[in-house]
């Protein structure tokens, strides 16, 4: 397993690329926050987008689409971009932090 950062320069890129990849995959989405702890946002969700939103707002949408609802998870102000890959290339996990010093971590679950 390697982990790699991504440039904030290249989110944009990053995450369409990310999206049109990743689409449909099942994941579990959790956040941990210095004050609540951990909690499961989304587990076994299928990916239906990341998008990165540079111009208006700075921040990333993740969504997923259960039964015809789609929940969004918002990280508002990300500093850090994180992939972590196995040895073929192929991405296992998503890993953002924000200026508050939360995380929030997107597993893929196979």
């Keep these: 397993m390697s982990n790699k950062q991504i440039a904030p320069e ?13 689409q449909g995959r099942r994941m579990k ?5 210095p004050e609540s ?23 990333v949408t993740i969504s997923t689409k259960e039964e ?10 990300p500093n850090i971009v994180w992939e972590a890959l196995d040895q073929d290339g192929k991405v296992l996990a998503l ?5 508050g010093h939360n995380q929030t971590i997107l597993q893929f679950q196979e």
């Design 68 to 77: 015809e609802i789609t929940r969004t998870h918002t990280i508002h102000a």
């Design 95 to 99: 890993e953002i932090l924000d200026e």
């Design 37 to 59: 702890g951990d909690q499961i946002q989304f587990e076994k969700s299928p990916l239906l987008s990341l998008i990165y939103d540079s111009v208006n707002t700075g921040q």
């Design 10 to 22: 290249r989110w944009k890129e990053f995450f369409e690329e990310f999206s049109n990849g990743n």
């Design 29 to 33: 989405l959790e956040t941990v926050n």
